[in-house]
């Protein structure tokens, strides 16, 4: 059985105690939506590539016709002098080994250098149609929950009751094992189709926690054209009722 | 391929040909309920955990809203004087390799203590609503069942004619090519919903056995919940028939 | 990943070059009635036992409540002085990987008793209810073909059109490269229930290539047992049409 | 874990940077008609076969009854004094892990005779039943991509926009991280059925970029068939509406 691979595009990377933020694919796209982002803004350089035969055996095409694999890539930025990687893709496993491996991958590189704190970010499915601006999180310790607190994160006793599935909550799990922090930071999202709204509310709250400022502006254009798709969407079906298909129990399930 | 991860909590675990107790997620929750309500009673200390990617990539949230990983535990505790192990967890394994390779893993721990004999406790789903008391046995030597029968256990020919799929089972037939004495303790159960009645006529039966009494109100307690529960449902929906959807063949295969 | 398990039950097995004969479950059971009923006539001596996590996660209770794992089961017995090894078992693999695997571990064992030719013994599904004598064949040689031919097997140019899957056909496939000669003989049968009429068949040919001659009394029971059952649900359910639940065409293609 | 294996028919195989044509099963089976017509038309010589625990466990049956296990095959044949490698074969993975396996091992087999340019082959479902001479590419190289236009190649902004999955777009990708030039030739089908319509242009496409002809006798037969069964069954069953069954989502994914 092939393993999934790392590949280094630098081998000299000098990195002092990054903090990693992890943006995968999952409800929403929250998560992803927040973690390319912060990428693009902070003109984060891409430093390494992970490929899996536990992703979908698929490529992607680019707009020039090129193709590439699916893949999980880092980038490293830096944010008030600190440095900061992100961890976005395509794609999180489609098996449950493969969930776990990449994991173990994930953290052995945090430890290499030195990560003392790790974001996941994510969706929570309210199963709901309005807008919260509410950010939930869970962590791996106590104390850092208290910490965490202070910048408005709500934390709700036993929530999310069905847990959390994929990498943002084996992450957070996992990491404690290895003597590192970790959060995982949730926006509120109905749940049922790509919500960069709630991406800006992840968004300022982790700029709070990173004392830093960066323009929203392409993720404030991405809300807007899915308002006034939905909206689209609304004055189409609303005489037969309710617009969107309502996601199975199984999707509400998912955090990522 | 990542494989199961065992962690020992205490190195220097000294134990006399301890006995093992699994109660493991199944059919009615019967064995689990049963082996964690014996973990509390006794007090037993967490000694071991086990991860494995063959449980869902999932984590689960505490009521501080830390969260920890899908894993197996085993504890130690004492009754009698004598050392039992008690194998409990929140998931099986989710594909059949890996009931395989978790169920082998077990057994090296039970050679490496030199267990004498293993007690798997679980459910036998009889499609039936009513409520019986009797406690099923199927084990892995002969002259143990004419001494099993000796507390009550009732050994059916060739019963369950399903066979018994996933850990309770299997940790019984393979733990005689190592030489250790194994039985399977069946609640009879509806199958339906967590059955804490059930439990409490294996609890009683197993305490027998090891010649220990126990406190039962908790479970008492829950036994009083579900009832009051299924009450409920019966009010509501008499009218239009039966109150509980009816498990598939599927799962009353399963025994756990 | 844990593999596939050989446990050889004698340690000084000296066989002549023996003819491997195997009859796993598949189409109509009728491969596994015909090797399991020369087991017992043959009075062959159980040598080695396969276990696998490619087989279900699952017990088998004994009539006297002892369990056994799943496994395959390889037999010695002796037929006009002549060595034989027969392969029978509870179940095929139940993964594509798996029958790949075990399908080499017994090419491995047929290699190192230098087995000369493989019979594997199977049914091939007609769809129709009436009876046919007829036994099917194809083997991994011309000449073997034009051999068997003599003993009233019949060869029909690409049949089965669909190939065959599993254990059956694999064996005769890839023994080619090992140097072994092999071929698998079908017998013909609706295919929607075991069939022990079709076993009768297909028995009576290998009896007459083995040049023996064995009790059929016990399999011609089982014939009428099951006559008597189809006539019963035909009479119960003829006003209402067609007895049998029809197979998939998922469930004809497999041969086993 | 069982893996694929390359069984080498020649020893002595010597090529001077032979150019790579892979056209495994997919859409439409226009990449396999073409490659296997080639084959054919250029008198290629087998000199390796796969075989693979990622392939169905079915063996196949030749005209004379002889079976032969799935496989996929290299050949070697020569156009314009050039060496050209053919990669075909009955199936591709089953699993996503065995597409990423199969696709390292073939490029494996791609660098140790230095191919310099891969050309993947397939068929690009237009869901359509009109049929479009067309052939859509894409590359794993700007420069690549502009050489191939030059032959009438359409190459579409951001085309297929769902991805390539199988063999044809995974080769393609990761052939750029071995250093060598990658191409995908699509020809547009309709995507229910059998296609050589499709491959006839595919065909006539390769050949202008070899600067080679071959009579293609034998592919226009098996369109006239295939049209003369589309015929019928528009006959058949026009008047309740669309003959064909419509592919879903999924099946138009597919591009092999």
Known sequence: MQQSTLVRLKNDLELKKPILVVGLPGVGLVGKLVAEHLVDELEAEKVMEVYS??????????????????????YHG????????????????TTSQGHYELCSLY?????????????????????????????LGVANDIKLIEEIKKYGVEFRESEPSGGIVGASGLLVAFSRMRGIDAVCLMGMTPGYLMDPKSAQSLLKLL???FEIE?????L????????????????KEEPQGFPVV??????????G
């Open 220 to 235: 404030q254009k991405k809300a807007e054209e899915m308002e006034s798709i939905l909206e689209k969407l609304k004055e």
């Open 246 to 255: 309502k996601p199975t129990d199984e999707d509400l399930r998912y955090i």
């Open 214 to 218: 960066v323009n929203t502006d392409s």
């Open 78 to 93: 830096k944010a008030n002098g600190k440095d900061i990687l992100f961890l976005v893709g395509d794609h999180q496993s």
């Open 107 to 135: 953290l052995d590189i945090a430890e290499e250098f030195e990560v003392p704190i790790i974001y996941t970010l994510g969706g929570y499915p309210t199963g709901k149609l309005t807008y919260e601006e509410t950010v």
């Open 53 to 74: 035969p536990h992703f979908p055996p698929q490529v992607l095409v680019n707009k020039d016709c090129t193709v590439r694999p699916v893949s999980n890539i880092i």
């Open 207 to 209: 700029c709070k926690i």
